[in-house]
């Protein structure tokens, strides 16, 4: 079901004792829950998320419990950004229930906004490795996936064998994929923390360095390139640098040479993933969207990776 603002909004109220909600907006819901913001009467904001399936309020509750140990290390300095941290919760009908937190301030990164050089470039770098570094029980003991590096693949390769069997994706392009992901190299890595769902809209930025990490439903213990996909894809080649250099410098003894390759790969296997996404719900215009997508970096990969004569003809 979809719950509209002011239903959130007295859903905010029976969770948090004394929050009298004045106003209600919607917020950014994913495709699992609904999300609204509730202003008070002090004029406190307040972020209320209700999930709407079983499966979305399992989640759920294995976030919270991550949000728990994650705010431990950012209240003690090992994690350069603040997370969202519970103030209540309320059972919905339904079954499962309803999570209310302050809104942390902040507003979302913009990408194309990001320069490179020592500023908030920088800060994004330092708020990945610091991410990075921290230890993977935080995840293990919350019931979140743990991945060793040679699953990892594994996952990555039957993702792309089912999206070959849509007959969707160009032929150029599963040979590519198929390539990098028996190329066993390139997956000699030591698994971390990861957010998993890295976006501007979860990437909070105040005073010119990140201030708050959102939306941990995703996290898992895994391949890091993954948190570095979305900047390597989407900022600037020059910011994207300033970003990987302030990365490595935060980074203990990392030796991962393949690191930057496998970030632009796992971007390209988003894609893939939007397509399954869209043909296991049945949404035509998300497989639209998605094919529309793959032609393009299709055609983008064979520009920038010409066939040779001998092996066009």
Sequence with gaps: MTRSPLALAAIATAAVPGLDAWDAHPGTSGADDDTAVVVDAQRTRWVVRAPRTPLAGAALEAE?????????????????????????????PEGGRAMVHRQLPGVPLRLAALAPGPGLAASVGRALAGLHELPTALVEGNGLPVYDAEGYRERRLSEVDEAARTGLVPPALLRRWERHLEDVSLWRFRPTVVHGDLTEEHVLVRDGVVSAVLGWSEARVADPADDLSWLLVAASPDAAESVLEAYLLHRAELTDPHLADRALLAGELALARWLLHGVRTGDQVVVADAVAMLREL????????????????
């Design 64 to 92: 919270v419990g991550l949000l728990g140990s994650l705010d431990e290390h950012a209240e003690e300095g090992r994690l350069p950004f603040a997370v969202p941290r519970p103030a209540g919760f309320a059972a919905l």
């Design 298 to 313: 299709d055609e983008s990969v064979r520009e920038a990776e010409p066939v040779p004569e001998a092996v066009a003809g």
